[in-house]
């Protein structure tokens, strides 16, 4: 795919003269954008197509990932260097008065997840066509991605992200390879001419699911996978039967908008509706496809690996089984056997409010045959189990169906051969606590698999200031392989490289206040401590205990005018789930007392707060880059892994952590010195809930600290949060603080303190920073997802691979 800088120049102005008729000086960004866009998808296509071939020539086992979210961001400069076309791209559009940058501007994120789960699916897309591995995306095409944030008067306003309004030049929609997805209706079951069993339907609801491919462009490597999303359409043979314009639109709805929860688990018909959708019409694709290979159908699990994305795709296993039933004619038994073989499941969660239970009632209703074979997998378990067990209530606490409802993570535990969760002490709780009963019963399926992430985005394309400093000092193999990182401990005590280092972070910082400036209209200075935290809002997270902390900054500024206090900027990036009352109210919160801070001329600029509107991964590109303050303050035991924590740390921020999910793996990467570990251990959580002897008030009433921070939320001291500020202080007194935020809130300010003191220590500040860099390589998606394919999904590299 390489070209000369002439050549690309050449194409360039061609494309643009036959797509729009114009030249250079007349087009727009937009028409530029869409340009230099489609002459990409060009030159990629017949990599992809020749990936494909290959696949296919050699039977290649291929793994397929589904998900109910896919969070890629923006493509345009992914694709670029990926395809090793950056630099030639960017020095051509440079030659034409054009600059890169405006164009990639653009193209709106494609934000088809709500936080960690949905970017960590796009994180494996890249990696696992970096590393040559035969892998695919399976998921919705959402018509609406996540709400677009907004504040007014510092409360969040929801609006919707129409992305597709100005076009998608990566997608390419498959007409001929739609399938049908059936919901409703009743069946039963009659005896065929062969005496088998086979169902028959009776009013069936039909739809069409159309298939809108995007290019998984693997780095430097010639390899082009494939991301599936669905589209749900009304089928021709249908159309008399939706007269009515609302009618239509209750069909249209199915994949118009992604659901904005991301723990709670509402039973709403329509999500329950979506996950079959693309389920079923990815199975059907997949299984269309084996046939092709003209293999026996007893042998899929020899080609076909199908991984479960937390529970949202488990409907994946009675699909499964009911192609293999209904339209292969396999015996339940062979059915089964290939199912497990098939079938794998990952889950990111122990948060119990957070685990998928859909009625009985509802399932029968929506999906009469899949219901039916839940059951008979349920029924299967139980008679299985009864002559493994002694105890019996370990049935009732395992089954899939109980209580009316169905539980989805059992049936995908059941159902499938691996089982793992996604860093080392979300996997132990998994099988000491969560899934305990379940690891007694299958101890062999349970794995670790820590999460990891696509260097290539979040070092060498958000982070170009670093990665040159890089390339000088320890040349530029880290970009094929993030473990070389580690060479950069040579330099721990190199002056030059260390002022290298700082002065590529001062530059990340400059451009964040620039943007800052820009959209929020409030100045920071870049000499300050930019401490970042950037997730999902919510209660187990802990924005709250990072904002108590500022409240006590501000607060002892305030009694203390004159004192020293060393300038910090908290930056925070965070949506809140739009029916999550608590989370927004944190928000408002927040709002305010910036709008307090910021304000104050008794702060003289030391204490700025800044919350970013409408998080995504375009800002987090923009902000990680300008961290030097990691916070990964959940609550030990509830993050199950954190990805921001990674992304962070390869950047050079220093990370104040819990140990919780991967900041336990970070620590041991970097060693206990450089990193700020806060608070109490998971084992004492446990601890807690068993004894039940938490007290929340006694840390009120005993520590005059906690109590002035608490007044502040009530007293007036922070103005316009009568209600919220009392919603605050009602959580953490009247109703015992769930998350432990008083507890953890002394030895947090100490490790902020400490914090402080390393950073006036600027030689001291620059060598954490540089091994926190350092150590980031073991991180990199691309092991993650290679260890993927060995131990869970049993596929290979191609083998033989040449781009014509
Ligand atoms: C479920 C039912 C109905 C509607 C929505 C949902 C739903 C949607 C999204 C439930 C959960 C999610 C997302 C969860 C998530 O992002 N989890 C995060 O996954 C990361 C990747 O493994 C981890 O790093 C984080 O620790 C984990 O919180």
Same mark, same amino acid.
């Given at each position: 795919?390489?070209?000369?800088? !002439?050549?690309?120049?050449?194409?360039?102005?061609?494309?643009?003269?036959?797509?729009?008729?114009?030249?250079?000086? %007349?087009?727009?960004?937009?028409?530029?954008?869409?340009?230099?866009?489609?002459?990409?998808?060009?030159?990629?296509?017949?990599?992809?197509?020749?990936?494909?071939?290959?696949?296919?020539?050699?039977?290649?086992?291929?793994?397929?990932?589904?998900?109910?979210?896919?969070?890629?961001?923006?493509?345009?400069?992914?694709?670029?260097?990926?395809?090793?076309?950056?630099?030639?791209?960017?020095?051509?559009?440079?030659?034409?008065?054009?600059?890169?940058?405006?164009?990639?501007?653009?193209?709106?994120?494609?934000?088809?997840?709500?936080?960690?789960?949905?970017?960590?699916?796009?994180?494996?897309?890249?990696?696992?066509?970096?590393?040559?591995?035969?892998?695919?995306?399976?998921?919705?095409?959402?018509?609406?991605?996540?709400?677009?944030?907004?504040?007014?008067?510092?409360?969040?306003?929801?609006?919707?992200?129409?992305?597709?309004?100005?076009?998608?030049?990566?997608?390419?929609?498959?007409?001929?390879?739609?399938?049908?997805?059936?919901?409703?209706?009743?069946?039963?079951?009659?005896?065929?001419?062969?005496?088998?069993?086979?169902?028959?339907?009776?009013?069936?609801?039909?739809?069409?699911?159309?298939?809108?491919?995007?290019?998984?462009?693997?780095?430097?490597?010639?390899?082009?996978?494939?991301?599936?999303?669905?589209?749900?359409?009304?089928?021709?043979?249908?159309?008399?039967? =939706?007269?009515?314009?609302?009618?239509?639109?209750?069909?249209?709805?199915?994949?118009?908008?992604?659901?904005?929860?991301?723990?709670?688990?509402?039973?709403?018909?329509?999500?329950?509706?979506?996950?079959?959708?693309?389920?079923?019409?990815?199975?059907?694709?997949?299984?269309?496809?084996?046939?092709?290979?003209?293999?026996?159908?007893?042998?899929?699990?020899?080609?076909?690996?199908?991984?479960?994305?937390?529970?949202?795709?488990?409907?994946?296993?009675?699909?499964?089984?009911?192609?293999?039933?209904?339209?292969?004619?396999?015996?339940?038994?062979?059915?089964?056997?290939?199912?497990?073989?098939?079938?794998?499941?990952?889950?990111?969660?122990?948060?119990?409010?957070?685990?998928?239970?859909?009625?009985?009632?509802?399932?029968?209703?929506?999906?009469?045959?899949?219901?039916?074979?839940?059951?008979?997998?349920?029924?299967?378990?139980?008679?299985?189990?009864?002559?493994?067990?002694?105890?019996?209530?370990?049935?009732?606490?395992?089954?899939?169906?109980?209580?009316?409802?169905?539980?989805?993570?059992?049936?995908?535990?059941?159902?499938?051969?691996?089982?793992?969760?996604?860093?080392?002490?979300?996997?132990?709780?998994?099988?000491?606590?969560?899934?305990?009963?379940?690891?007694?019963?299958?101890?062999?399926?349970?794995?670790?698999?820590?999460?990891?992430?696509?260097?290539?985005?979040?070092?060498?394309?958000?982070?170009?200031?670093?990665?040159?400093?890089?390339?000088?000092?320890?040349?530029?193999?880290?970009?094929?392989?993030?473990?070389?990182?580690?060479?950069?401990?040579?330099?721990?005590? %190199?002056?030059?490289?260390?002022?290298?280092?700082?002065?590529?972070?001062?530059?990340?910082?400059?451009?964040?206040?620039?943007?800052?400036?820009?959209?929020?209209?409030?100045?920071?200075?870049?000499?300050?401590?930019?401490?970042?935290?950037?997730?999902?809002?919510?209660?187990?997270?802990?924005?709250?205990?990072?904002?108590?902390?500022?409240?006590?900054?501000?607060?002892?500024?305030?009694?203390?005018?004159?004192?020293?206090?060393?300038?910090?900027?908290?930056?925070?990036?965070?949506?809140?789930?739009?029916? =999550?009352?608590?989370?927004?109210?944190?928000?408002?919160?927040?709002?305010?007392?910036?709008?307090?801070?910021?304000?104050?001329?008794?702060?003289?600029?030391?204490?700025?707060?800044?919350?970013?509107?409408?998080?995504?991964?375009?800002?987090?590109?923009?902000?990680?880059?300008?961290?030097?303050?990691?916070?990964?303050?959940?609550?030990?035991?509830?993050?199950?892994?954190?990805?921001?924590?990674?992304?962070?740390?390869?950047?050079?921020?220093?990370?104040?952590?819990?140990?919780?999910?991967?900041?336990?793996?970070?620590?041991?990467?970097?060693?206990?010195?450089?990193?700020?570990?806060?608070?109490?251990?998971?084992?004492?959580?446990?601890?807690?809930?068993?004894?039940?002897?938490?007290?929340?008030?006694?840390?009120?009433?005993?520590?005059?600290?906690?109590?002035?921070?608490?007044?502040?939320?009530?007293?007036?001291?922070?103005?316009?949060?009568?209600?919220?500020?009392? !919603?605050?202080?009602?959580?953490?007194?009247? =109703?015992?603080?769930?998350?432990?935020?008083?507890?953890?809130?002394?030895?947090?300010?100490?490790?902020?303190?400490?914090?402080?003191?390393?950073?006036?220590?600027?030689?001291?500040?620059?060598?954490?920073?540089?091994?926190?860099?350092?150590?980031?390589?073991?991180?990199?998606?691309?092991?993650?997802?290679?260890?993927?394919?060995?131990?869970?999904?049993?596929?290979?590299?191609?083998?033989?691979?040449?781009?014509?």
């Amino acid at each position: 795919m390489k070209m000369t800088k !002439e050549q690309f120049i050449t194409q360039f102005k061609k494309r643009l003269s036959e797509k729009y008729a114009m030249g250079v000086e %007349d087009a727009s960004p937009t028409e530029l954008y869409n340009t230099l866009g489609s002459l990409m998808h060009s030159a990629y296509s017949s990599d992809r197509h020749h990936t494909w071939r290959q696949y296919l020539l050699n039977k290649q086992k291929q793994a397929y990932y589904f998900s109910i979210e896919f969070l890629p961001g923006k493509l345009m400069a992914s694709n670029l260097l990926n395809m090793d076309w950056l630099e030639t791209v960017e020095e051509g559009l440079a030659e034409l008065g054009i600059d890169l940058a405006d164009l990639t501007e653009v193209e709106q994120d494609m934000a088809l997840g709500n936080g960690g789960l949905g970017r960590l699916a796009s994180c494996f897309m890249d990696s696992i066509a970096s590393c040559g591995l035969p892998g695919n995306g399976n998921g919705i095409r959402y018509e609406y991605g996540l709400f677009k944030q907004k504040f007014i008067d510092g409360h969040q306003v929801e609006l919707p992200d129409d992305w597709l309004s100005t076009g998608n030049v990566w997608e390419v929609r498959k007409d001929s390879k739609a399938v049908d997805v059936c919901f409703y209706g009743q069946v039963h079951l009659e005896e065929d001419a062969n005496g088998k069993l086979k169902p028959v339907y009776k009013n069936q609801q039909v739809l069409r699911a159309v298939p809108y491919d995007t290019g998984m462009i693997g780095y430097k490597n010639n390899i082009v996978n494939n991301m599936r999303l669905w589209s749900v359409e009304i089928p021709n043979s249908e159309e008399s039967k =939706y007269r009515s314009l609302e009618e239509r639109r209750t069909i249209e709805d199915l994949t118009a908008v992604l659901y904005p929860d991301d723990s709670n688990a509402k039973g709403q018909m329509t999500r329950l509706a979506q996950e079959y959708f693309f389920v079923s019409a990815g199975i059907q694709s997949i299984v269309r496809y084996y046939h092709t290979l003209k293999e026996p159908i007893h042998r899929i699990h020899e080609y076909v690996a199908i991984h479960i994305n937390d529970t949202h795709p488990a409907l994946c296993i009675p699909e499964f089984m009911r192609i293999m039933l209904d339209e292969e004619g396999m015996s339940w038994e062979e059915a089964w056997a290939v199912t497990l073989k098939v079938m794998s499941y990952t889950n990111h969660t122990i948060m119990a409010e957070a685990m998928e239970k859909w009625p009985i009632d509802m399932l029968k209703q929506l999906l009469p045959r899949i219901y039916q074979i839940i059951e008979e997998i349920d029924r299967r378990f139980v008679e299985e189990t009864e002559l493994k067990v002694h105890d019996r209530s370990i049935i009732d606490r395992t089954r899939i169906i109980n209580h009316n409802q169905v539980h989805m993570a059992h049936l995908a535990i059941i159902g499938s051969h691996s089982i793992n969760g996604v860093a080392k002490l979300h996997s132990e709780l998994l099988k000491t606590v969560v899934l305990h009963d379940f690891y007694s019963l299958y101890p062999a399926r349970f794995n670790n698999k820590t999460n990891g992430i696509a260097e290539r985005r979040w070092l060498q394309l958000a982070n170009r200031p670093l990665s040159s400093v890089l390339d000088k000092t320890i040349g530029t193999s880290w970009r094929d392989n993030p473990e070389d990182l580690q060479q950069l401990l040579n330099y721990q005590d %190199d002056q030059k490289v260390l002022n290298a280092l700082a002065a590529a972070k001062r530059q990340n910082k400059e451009n964040l206040a620039a943007l800052i400036k820009k959209t929020q209209d409030i100045t920071v200075s870049p000499d300050a401590i930019f401490d970042v935290q950037i997730k999902r809002l919510h209660a187990y997270k802990r924005q709250l205990l990072n904002l108590m902390h500022i409240i006590k900054c501000y607060q002892d500024i305030k009694n203390n005018p004159d004192s020293e206090f060393y300038p910090r900027v908290f930056i925070f990036g965070a949506k809140a789930a739009p029916s =999550y009352a608590y989370a927004k109210t944190i928000i408002k919160c927040i709002n305010e007392t910036a709008n307090l801070v910021n304000n104050d001329p008794d702060v003289k600029d030391r204490l700025k707060i800044v919350f970013l509107e409408n998080y995504n991964v375009s800002l987090a590109e923009v902000i990680i880059p300008a961290a030097d303050v990691s916070e990964q303050i959940s609550l030990a035991s509830k993050e199950a892994s954190g990805t921001s924590n990674m992304k962070l740390m390869l950047n050079g921020a220093v990370t104040i952590a819990t140990l919780d999910g991967a900041n336990i793996e970070i620590r041991d990467a970097v060693g206990e010195e450089n990193i700020n570990i806060f608070g109490i251990t998971e084992q004492e959580v446990y601890d807690y809930y068993e004894s039940n002897t938490y007290s929340a008030v006694s840390y009120f009433e005993k520590d005059p600290v906690i109590r002035r921070v608490l007044e502040a939320f009530i007293d007036g001291t922070i103005p316009n949060i009568q209600s919220e500020g009392r !919603e605050v202080f009602d959580s953490l007194i009247r =109703y015992n603080d769930e998350f432990f935020v008083l507890r953890d809130f002394e030895s947090y300010v100490k490790a902020q303190e400490k914090i402080t003191e390393c950073y006036k220590d600027k030689r001291k500040w620059q060598k954490i920073s540089l091994i926190n860099i350092a150590n980031a390589g073991v991180f990199s998606a691309d092991e993650t997802v290679k260890r993927y394919a060995d131990d869970i999904w049993q596929i290979e590299p191609v083998t033989e691979y040449s781009s014509k």
